[in-house]
């Protein structure tokens, strides 16, 4: 009967529902149905929430009669992995959620009072969070490898007047061996007695006591990490690809044969261009007595390589205005045969290059750019060296081809980064494919280099590792199957891809920072007015060599799997 009585009431009803809506969830979802008894249901329907974040939020709900408790319980396929207060309908992961393993979770919310109850689905949409590699810690049996076996793989490899400072080895992602020392009394011996030794500084002071916390330097490690900003720099659409023209950013090779010079062709050191270096009047200097004619920087008339740039205030210049080698040509800097085009001549001056090809592409100076894509994702505290050119880049030419300042455990994890094909949780960082054309680098070197060294093989500012007769009269490892990067005074990441293995090696080192305390490559006849790379033996000049190598290390480890 529609009496002004009934019609009231029924008014009056739809006002309360109305009224329970608007103060509890206006705006909200309106999934569910209301009854005229059933508990409202206002919480969403979705819920998003960040790896490794336990706290999902509450759910809610609400009834027309205040005073009744509500239950909350969860149901269905994911119900194990989430746990809810049944008062207050706060729910939270039983453990941390990894986006990698599982991108989100279905549940049924269910809310009772009394004898009345609802249920609504939700999901939960976990979000991925790209963190810095973390090391973890294990054993090595538990990647089944054996601990004697590190052990007296690293005695060797620490030996008095090896001049090791730092060494690790991390299989399947973990960290299983590091070791760390200071400078052995043999070697602190020779430093002392050497010619190139400062005597008004301290050895201890300077190579002392050394620990994980420790810097390392790269030396022509560097190069590779520069590779690796040149292929995030593609991908990010501010290069173009790798057979783009140098030119197009160098625009003083524009107009010119060197308008020829591809990136790739610096990436893999066949430019064509001339080695430059000093060409004192001293025809046998070596770099140890720096009190020294430098003469110029031009096409060099010794056999010598282009490390000599590290002795100018301006060490980009001088490589940009290198002209092209001829081919047929004899050339004092390379003695294998007459030069011709194509071939591989290993070339810091290419190298920095890059650098400057990145700086006017991005507008970031290397170190900038690596900052922002490379070092804080993968939680990398570095510091990269600079020239004393003030008036280039920024207060300073950034050397992209060497001389990055880092622990080995950061260092470790561009490694890792490699090694999981350019992916960290999820985030690809480097383009698989710049990782498939680094693995891809023997079908490409150029058979000059092939020639001069059997078994090795270079491209992108990475190596494979030189086959050698090693300790237990193997021959190790087998061509071209090992990838590393390489810098002067030993300084190598070796990247074991059927083995997913990292061996990291690190000569002492202590940055010399005495004449400006900034990272300013300036040497002059003393330590004490210089700023330099001080790595051991022949970062400080010493000439000695050192019992390291880096095969026999490699092989040593490798025997240690079980």
């Known amino acids: ?297 031009s096409s060099c008339q010794h056999n010598r390589r282009d490390g000599d740039i590290m002795y100018f205030d301006n060490q980009l210049t001088p490589c940009i205005n290198r002209v092209m080698a001829t081919p047929g040509e004899t050339y004092p800097w390379y003695t294998h045969s007459p030069y011709d085009t194509g071939y591989y001549v290993y070339s810091n001056c290419d190298s920095m290059v890059l650098g400057e090809i990145l700086f006017r592409a991005t507008g970031k100076s290397i170190e900038a750019y690596a900052d922002l894509n490379l070092f804080s994702k993968i939680g990398m505290d570095a510091e990269w060296w600079q020239d004393n050119d003030s008036s280039s880049q920024l207060d300073g030419n950034y050397l992209s081809f060497c001389c990055i300042d880092a622990t080995i455990r950061d260092f470790a994890k561009f490694g890792q980064l490699i090694l999981n094909n350019g992916v960290l949780d999820g985030d690809q960082i480097i383009p698989k494919s710049y990782i498939d054309k680094i693995k891809e680098i023997p079908d490409g070197t150029p058979q000059n280099l092939k020639e001069i060294s059997p078994g090795t093989s270079y491209g992108l500012q990475f190596w494979t590792l030189t086959p050698r007769t090693v300790s237990d009269g193997s021959t190790f490892p087998s061509p071209n199957t090992i990838y590393t990067t390489i810098g002067f005074d030993g300084q190598y990441i070796m990247m074991d891809f059927t083995n997913n293995m990292l061996v990291l090696r690190n000569s002492l080192y202590q940055a010399a920072l005495y004449r400006s305390g900034e990272r300013k490559y300036v040497v002059t006849d003393k330590a004490a007015t210089s700023d330099f790379v001080a790595s051991l033996p022949d970062g400080m000049g010493l000439g000695v060599g050192y019992n390291f190598f880096p095969q026999d290390f490699l092989n040593d480890i490798t025997n240690a799997i079980d």
């Not at 979705?46 to 205040?66: K, L, M, Q, W």
């Not at 992961?93 to 939700?122: C, H, Q, R, T």
């Not at 593609?234 to 090779?253: K, M, P, R, T, V």
């Open 1 to 297: 009967m529609n009496t002004p009585i009934t019609r009231f009431l029924k008014n009056l009803k739809q006002l309360l529902v109305t009224f329970f809506i608007c103060l509890y969830g206006c705006g909200g979802s309106n999934d569910s149905l209301v009854t005229d008894f059933d508990p409202l249901i206002i919480s969403p329907s979705t819920y998003t929430v960040s790896e490794n974040r336990t706290s999902i939020g509450s759910a809610i709900a609400r009834v027309p009669n205040s005073s009744t408790e509500i239950i909350y319980s969860l149901s269905g396929k994911d119900e194990d992995s989430i746990h809810i207060d049944p008062s207050t309908g706060t729910m939270s992961f039983l453990s941390a959620p990894d986006y990698e393993k599982k991108d989100s979770y279905s549940v049924m919310l269910n809310v009772s009072a009394g004898n009345i109850s609802a249920s609504k689905e939700i999901t939960i949409l976990i979000s991925n969070v790209s963190e810095p590699i973390i090391w973890v810690e294990t054993t090595p049996e538990s990647v089944g490898m054996s601990t004697s076996k590190l052990s007296a793989a690293f005695d060797k490899a620490f030996s008095d007047g090896s001049f090791t400072q730092a060494a690790l080895v991390i299989k399947d992602g973990q960290l299983i061996y590091e070791r760390y020392r200071g400078i052995a009394a043999g070697e602190e011996f020779t430093v002392q007695n050497s010619s190139s030794f400062d005597t008004s500084t301290n050895v201890q002071d300077r190579w002392g006591s050394k620990n994980q916390s420790s810097m390392v330097t790269s030396w022509s490690t560097a190069k590779s990490f520069t590779s690796v900003l040149i292929a995030i720099a593609i991908q990010q659409g501010f290069i173009n690809s790798l057979d783009q023209s140098a030119s197009d950013f160098i625009s003083e090779w524009s107009n010119d044969n060197r308008n020829q010079i591809t990136i790739q062709d610096l990436l893999d050191m066949h430019s064509g261009l001339e080695m430059i270096c000093a060409n004192s009047t001293t025809e046998d200097w070596t770099g140890g007595d720096l009190q020294f004619d430098r003469g110029d920087l």
